[in-house]
């Protein structure tokens, strides 16, 4: 039977995530002094932020935040934001202008099996692909509602944060770029 897992590191979240495929960074966040991973998935580039951090060990964590965040360019419709909070069980999307943030938190608080951690990653892939999706038919429908014409999105290229970009007028839609 194998060890249960009950503290993450960074070196571990980066060999679980090479182990299945994902290029891996090691960065250190200058304002927090914390070290932190950056990969990306379907286009988007996201972040593997560390949590809380276990008594007495520096360098173990009990949890993670997996986040990926575009930057609105204007107004974005709250219930734009809902629909796909209430549809999606795991993932959570927020937007605090400028900024729209999808997350998915990571815990092995009292014990996970090793293919949790591999779960999580296969969940969180799938999940950012489904927004890219979401996104894509969603956007064009506030275009049509407002008289105005969307672009069609596309993801932006892998480690790169892609925008949510408005334009100028104030019936126009945001678009991914």
Request: glycine share 6%.
């Amino acid at each position: 039977m194998s060890e249960t897992i009950t503290r993450l590191t960074i070196e571990g979240l980066r060999d679980s995530f090479q182990s299945v495929g994902y290029r891996v960074e090691t960065l250190t966040d200058p304002v927090a002094n914390t070290t932190y991973l950056r990969s990306a998935t379907a286009g988007l580039g996201f972040e593997i932020r560390p949590g809380n951090q276990l008594v007495g060990e520096e360098q173990s964590f009990v949890d993670a935040t997996l986040v990926t965040t575009l930057q609105v360019q204007g107004e974005l419709p709250l219930d734009l934001v809902n629909r796909w909070n209430t549809t999606r069980r795991f993932g959570r999307l927020q937007y605090s202008q400028p900024f729209l943030m999808f997350c998915l938190d990571v815990s092995v608080a009292g014990g996970v099996a090793p293919n949790f951690v591999r779960a999580q990653i296969e969940i969180w892939d799938r999940l950012v692909q489904e927004l890219i999706a979401y996104l894509r038919e969603e956007l064009p429908k506030l275009a049509v509602r407002n008289g105005a014409t969307a672009a069609a999105p596309q993801p932006a290229a892998p480690a790169q944060q892609p925008s949510l970009e408005r334009a100028a007028e104030a019936e126009a839609v945001p678009t991914i770029q």
